[in-house]
């Protein structure tokens, strides 16, 4: 698969479908809360929603959809909902990767992964190999991630395959390195649930993103709400540093040297 690398060098053609979204489920356990449930509950129905949202980004031709399942901070949880979302985590990939497959889709979990029970290790492995070759849509999973650890490991891993480059390294060496160097940078990123923070998601490739804050919870997230952040970004003016008037002229043109 082809390494993107930043998209904030190069203006990407606008296209009226985003082709990266990415999203911070945010809300469930206030939904359950509201309905007097347990939290687990809202995670639940927050499942229905992944699978909604999923066949939706199917019909529109969204390429990749990336998913905050799990934050390396949610460890601080209780002991109970951490392992419930665990199980949770568990079904859903035994579940749904036989359909995810016979739709095209072609599944990543990104995040340390190290700190999971070894056979969700190996449930996370095997889906990942089953649906390796699909390229309909890529559903990223990004699960025990932060965005703090993916630029550390990044830097890690670079500083150990390029030693000779020392302290002259650039985005352009890193970038290959990031948990996500498969995918372009998110065009569209949405959170639900009425925060209006990043919670140390994606923090290197967002920092060209439109982003979209909704008050919706993310179980009540329907395809109405969905449409709603498409229309939203269709009319932002993509302008990666530059005015206005040069967009016209400079698009899908590359940068001069030393432009970054
Ligand atoms: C998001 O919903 C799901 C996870 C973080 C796993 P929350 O569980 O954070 O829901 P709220 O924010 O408490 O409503
Ligand atoms: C962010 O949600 C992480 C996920 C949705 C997985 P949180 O609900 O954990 O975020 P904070 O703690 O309120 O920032
Ligand atoms: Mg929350």
């Known amino acids: ?40 509950a809202g995670h639940r129905r927050g499942v229905e ?32 909902e951490v392992s419930l979302l665990m199980q949770l985590f568990v079904r859903a990939l035994q579940q749904e990767v036989d359909k995810l497959h016979r739709n095209g889709v072609c ?7 190290s700190r999971f029970d070894p056979y969700l290790q190996s449930l996370i492995r095997d889906s990942e190999q089953k649906t390796a070759g699909n390229d309909r849509l890529t559903l990223t ?10 630029i550390l490991q990044a830097a890690n891993r670079m500083s150990v395959a390029r030693p000779e480059k020392q302290s002259h390294w650039s985005e352009t060496d890193l970038a290959p390195y990031l948990a996500m160097s498969y995918a372009p ?12 923070r990043i919670s140390n998601f994606l923090l290197w490739q967002l920092a060209y993103s439109e982003l979209y804050f909704t008050d919706t919870l ?11 952040a498409i229309v939203s970004y269709r009319q932002r ?9 040069q967009l016209g002229e400079v698009r899908q043109a590359p940068d001069k040297e030393g432009d970054a």
């Open 1 to 40: 698969m082809a390494i993107f690398s930043s998209s904030t060098r190069d203006i990407p053609c606008s296209l009226a479908v985003p082709r990266h979204v990415a999203i911070i489920m945010d809300g469930n356990g206030r939904w359950a809360k509201k309905r007097f449930m347990p939290r687990v």
């Open 49 to 80: 929603t992944v699978r909604d949202i999923v066949r939706n980004c199917l019909e529109r031709g969204v390429r990749y959809l990336t998913l905050f399942a799990f934050s390396s901070e949610n460890w601080r949880r209780p002991e109970e």
């Open 107 to 113: 599944l990543r979990v990104v995040g340390d992964l």
């Open 141 to 150: 999973v990004a699960a025990n991630y932060g965005g703090r650890w993916d």
């Open 185 to 196: 940078e998110p065009d569209l990123f949405i959170r639900t649930g009425g925060e209006q």
């Open 218 to 228: 993310w179980p009540e997230f329907d395809a109405a709400a969905f449409e709603k």
């Open 237 to 245: 003016e993509r302008r990666f540093g530059r005015t206005s008037e």
